[in-house]
């Protein structure tokens, strides 16, 4: 199938965004946690979190401030500036799903979908219990994107939860270990496994090719 930039737009809608959705592959999944001024928290599905940098340790998503959910999570994070990001693990694959649903102001995700809250220390943004790998964020950035209505949130990582035997000496997580989650689409998930590590790429030191592909 050969599509043009003419047969995308004229594409029916509801197939346009799911072909839309899934071409740039598996991403990443992830619940992030905010809690409002007065005490209400909230849960959200988010596929576009993005390293931005690691000195400072920078971490982004897209959200939508015109939907539902991305507009309380927006208007959360505005208030108090923190919340979190936590990965989606097989356990629980459903219950984060569901997140995406058009809940109320007034009603939790957590409570609507079976998840639970977890505090640390004077850090006032929820995080889910249920997952191992987490973050803290504290919010630095808000970059509108006018091209389409979204904008980009970047935020600095005050708090990072990973679970022992996922990390080895050098600092590299092994997402397979808490049996991480990745989503292609709106509501496609996959699992994600380890096939293969390799050193630090240098011009001076390729595999012989020519021989892997005899």
């Known amino acids: 199938m050969h599509l043009t930039r003419e ?46 940098g690691s000195n400072p340790a920078l971490i982004g998503f897209i959200l939508r401030p015109d939907r539902e959910a991305g507009q309380h ?6 208030e108090n500036g923190l919340y979190t990001i936590n990965h989606i693990h097989e356990s629980f694959t459903e219950q984060a799903h569901y997140t995406s649903a058009k809940f109320g102001r007034d009603e939790s995700e957590f409570d609507k979908c079976a998840l ?17 790998l987490k973050m803290g964020m504290k919010m630095v950035q808000i970059i509108p994107i006018e091209l389409n209505g979204t904008v980009l949130i970047i935020g600095e990582v005050e708090h990072l939860i990973i679970p022992d035997a996922a990390l080895d000496d050098q600092g590299q997580i092994d997402l ?3 049996h991480d989650v990745g989503i292609s689409g709106l509501n496609t998930y996959y699992k994600l496994e380890k096939i293969a590590q390799f050193p630090y790429a240098r011009p001076n030191a390729l595999p012989d090719f020519s021989k892997e592909n005899d």
């Open 7 to 52: 047969d995308i737009q004229n594409t029916e809608r509801i197939k346009r965004l799911n072909i839309i959705n899934s071409i740039t592959g598996i991403k990443p999944a992830n619940l992030i946690g905010t809690i409002s001024a007065d005490g209400k928290t909230n849960l959200a599905i988010f596929s576009s979190v993005i390293h931005l």
């Open 73 to 78: 999570t927006f208007d959360n994070i505005k």
């Open 116 to 132: 639970t809250e977890e505090y640390i220390a004077d850090f006032t943004a929820p995080f889910v219990k249920e997952s191992t």
């Open 176 to 178: 397979s270990q808490p």
